[in-house]
Each structure stands twice: as C-alpha cells, then as structure tokens.
C-alpha cells in the first residue's frame, strides 16, 4: 500500500485551463502539505493544513486552491494556469507539524 | 534568517569512499534538521535527522555531525555506494507549534562512481 498517493502523475495542459491534483495518505497522519519543486530541484512549501484546518499559506498567488475534505485526503486545485506554474507538486504528510514528513511520487505539471 | 544555505551543487565520489554535504542556517529557532533523499521521478525520502542538543548522529552508512555554535550540519555517507547516487537536501524546522514548516536547502547532486 502506498502512503501518500496523489493523481495524477503528469498532467500537460494549456495555459488559461484550470486542473486539479489529488493526495490521499493512509499513515493516520494529522498533517498534510503541498510542496513545489522547481527546474532547479528547490522544494518550497505552499501551503499546510492541520486535522483538514489551513495553518500554513506560504503567500501563493489565490488562483492555488487547497482544500482538506478529511485529514487523509488533500487536494489542490489551480485556476487559470500559467507558463511560470509548471513544476513538479508533492503533496507530503507527518505525524506532527514540520517533523518526518512522507512525501507522495510527485505530480509533474507542464503548462504549454 | 528562514534560509537553509547547502553546497555543493553536486558531488562525484568514487565508490568506497566517503562523501560529505555541508549546510548553515541563521535561524538559531530551528530545532530540528533532516537530511531527505530523492531518486529520479521520486518524492524526497527522509534519511536521518538530528535535533540541537546531540552533535552526532549515526544510521548505518549515514552521519550527521551538527555543531550548534557554527550554526552547521553535514551528512556524511561513509562507503559510498552506486546505489547512493541521488539528490540529497538538507533541512531545518522553525518552531511554531502548530505552523511549524520544514525549509529546505538547495539540494545536492551525489554521482557515486564505480
């Protein structure tokens, strides 16, 4: 079974288009993040959220939309997607906040 | 201050030997730091950690030395293997209770050649 899963693994959309990324995790863990890594491999946190409650918003433009239905399950939607938004997205959880965090396989967004 | 500073870029060891990763940091609030490894198309895995009040810390192949007055940390893989070969980043973790939140270093290309 795997641990954090999100879907899909690659999404290749138009610019102007919006999509949603999906992250599910079975660990039991309270918190979950969304995670950017750019071209040059930086990770950046984008957002946080504690028992389904947003607790970190790393000032990412409003057209990123997270949203915790339950504490397995984290989703992030983006609105009028830009050149500059591709990028691979890891959605992550852990047990507590900032503290061993277990990343999902990635989601690698290219905008056209 | 929020910033973890890694080097270098990249690294090319021969195998058997012993590579070495250094990160500094501002922040003297941080109070937790890992080292993650990330393979091709993977998510970063967490390797080892260390928190301020130990100057070492060892897993197998894998120590971490942390000297609190330099404000450094640095992984070392001792016996370096092919397998090894992958991008390791550094971390560290502001405290804020519930708004605590993981910054990460810069990353480091490890080529163990063999």
């Known amino acids: 079974d795997t641990a954090v899963s999100q879907t899909p693994k690659y999404l290749v959309t138009q610019m102007g288009n919006d999509k949603s990324i999906k992250c599910e995790q079975n660990?039991?863990?309270?918190?979950m993040y969304w995670y950017k890594q750019d071209s040059k491999k930086f990770l950046k946190i984008m957002f946080s959220?504690?028992?389904?409650?947003?607790?970190i918003n790393e000032t990412v433009p409003n057209r990123f939309s997270p949203k915790s239905p339950d504490k397995a399950h984290l989703n992030l939607h983006i609105n009028s997607l830009e050149l500059g938004d591709s990028a691979v997205y890891f959605c992550?959880?852990?047990?507590?906040?900032?503290?061993?965090?277990?990343f999902g396989s990635g989601t690698q967004l290219s905008v056209l | 201050q929020q910033q973890v500073k890694q080097s270098p870029q990249s690294l090319i060891v021969q195998k058997g030997g012993i590579s070495i990763i250094n990160c500094a940091y501002e922040?003297?609030?941080?109070?937790?730091f890992p080292w993650y490894q990330q393979f091709p198309g993977k998510g970063p895995a967490l390797l080892i950690a260390?928190?301020?009040?130990?100057s070492e810390k060892k897993e197998g192949r894998f120590t971490i030395s942390f000297n609190k007055s330099a404000k450094q940390f640095s992984l070392h893989i001792m016996d370096s293997q092919p397998g090894d070969s992958a991008t390791y980043f550094c971390?560290?973790?502001?405290?804020?209770?519930?708004?605590?939140?993981?910054?990460f270093g810069t990353g480091t290309l490890l080529a163990v050649q063999p």
């Open positions: 959220y504690n028992n389904k409650e947003l607790i």
């Open positions: 260390i928190r301020p009040d130990v």
């Open positions: 971390a560290a973790r502001g405290y804020g209770g519930a708004t605590n939140k993981l910054i």
């Open positions: 922040n003297t609030a941080f109070d937790y």
């Open positions: 660990l039991g863990h309270d918190t």
């Open positions: 992550a959880s852990s047990p507590f906040p900032g503290e061993k965090l277990f």
